[in-house]
């Protein structure tokens, strides 16, 4: 099994920064891809920021240019650095991993974090 832990979340004002932490552990022979991923009152869940080994990564349009993720790949940790918020970033932010269990399996898995509230209000 694996674990994701976040931290991070918190009230800003418009326009502040946040720093969103997500550390993977447990059953992990390598980590395909890592990312944040958001969910309003009364909306589905949407991606925010995705990066994948090898790859690169891809950011949703509305924060393209004020977010930036970014990974730790010895600590299997990825962070999401949140610049210039505003009101409608507020979110319970989900860290997601997509994780190969063993050497001898390709498959992969997808994990969940617990979420984390980021709320940006004056």
């Known amino acids: 099994q694996v674990q994701l832990v976040e931290s991070g979340g918190g009230l800003v004002q418009p326009g502040g920064s946040l720093r969103l932490s997500c550390a993977a552990s447990?059953?992990?022979?390598?980590?395909?891809?890592m990312g944040w991923y958001r969910q309003a009152p009364g909306k589905q869940r949407e991606l925010v920021a995705r990066i994948i080994s090898g790859v690169g990564t891809n950011y949703a349009d509305s924060v393209r240019g004020r977010f930036t993720i970014s990974r730790a790949n010895a600590k299997n940790t990825v962070y999401l650095q949140m610049n210039s918020l505003k009101p409608e970033d507020t979110a319970v932010y989900y860290c997601?991993?997509?994780?190969?269990?063993?050497?001898?399996?390709?498959?992969?898995?997808?994990?969940w974090g617990q979420g984390t509230q980021v709320t940006v209000s004056s």
């Open positions: 447990g059953s992990i022979f390598s980590t395909y891809a």
């Open positions: 997601n991993a997509q994780i190969r269990a063993t050497a001898t399996s390709e498959a992969t898995t997808h994990y």
